[in-house]
């Protein structure tokens, strides 16, 4: 049987789905890293940032016990609390990144790529919503740093933005499908399994660790999409409790 050989059109394709996925990655990078610099945002020096990201980060361990309590779920919900929305330091997952942004085109499928860009802009549009929340909390003082329901609930409104708050949960949902899709891809597997001696060797643990945890935690759920389902109505319902100033936001 005669090898088919590639044709200029399905090149021109992938070319550009390459071009994309660098000119995505590395507009989300830039804007991490604006976002996470002292020099050009000062709110980073805040001191309420930490024990900001301490609450909410508790908040969220308490709004989902059932499903880290859950064998089935668990993995996939650790990885959503350390990964991608709780109390977790991704400058070196973003700083790997960012250094390699050709090499790992060429080692990772477009799958991850588009999760990996996603997880990005997450990290991204949270972070600006905490600086904004931390300033507000600063402004209106205190003796201690110390958040609870009613402080906290008062500098997300006075913070706003619900729509962006909504685009907030549709990037992790959108992030847990691609994921989910990337289990079920043929090869990707073996494509992320070859990747991590490269990738160690590269001095890219933080980011292959990041995909690798991903991928075992969505491949443990088989089929994520009633977990996703779970976790969006629920940060939906929150925020609108918040924003429609609730006595009792969280449930």
Excluded at 19 to 38: F, I, N, S
Excluded at 161 to 185: E, F, N, Y
Aim: charge should be positive; include cysteine.
């Amino acid at each position: 049987m005669p090898i088919e050989m590639p044709t200029d059109r399905s090149r021109t394709l992938a070319e550009t789905a390459v071009e994309r996925a660098r000119w995505r990655v590395g507009r989300r990078l830039a804007w991490h890293q604006a976002l996470h610099d002292p020099q050009r945002e000062p709110r980073n020096r805040s001191p309420w940032l930490p024990p900001l990201r301490r609450w909410q980060a508790a908040r969220l361990a308490t709004g989902f016990a059932d499903l880290l309590a859950a064998p089935r779920t668990r993995p996939a919900a650790e990885f959503f609390l350390s990964d991608l929305y709780g109390d977790h330091d991704f400058s070196g997952r973003d700083r790997d990144v960012a250094r390699v942004v050709p090499l790992m085109l060429r080692l990772l499928p477009p799958a991850l790529l588009e999760a990996l860009a996603d997880a990005i802009a997450l990290g991204a549009l949270s972070h600006a919503f905490d600086l904004r929340i931390a300033e507000a909390l600063e402004a209106e003082g205190g003796g201690t740093l110390e958040i609870d329901q009613v402080r906290y609930a008062r500098a997300y409104r006075q913070v706003g933005c619900p729509r962006l708050r909504r685009h907030q949960i549709a990037l992790i949902v959108r992030v847990g499908r691609t994921l989910d899709r990337a289990v079920h891809k043929q090869g990707v597997e073996r494509l992320l399994k070859l990747s991590r001696l490269p990738a160690r060797a590269a001095g890219l643990g933080e980011l292959q660790g990041f995909l690798e945890r991903g991928f075992a935690a969505f491949r443990r759920l088989d089929g994520a999409e009633d977990f996703l389902q779970v976790i969006a109505g629920r940060e939906y319902e929150v925020s609108r409790r918040l924003f429609a100033g609730h006595p009792r936001p969280f449930g």
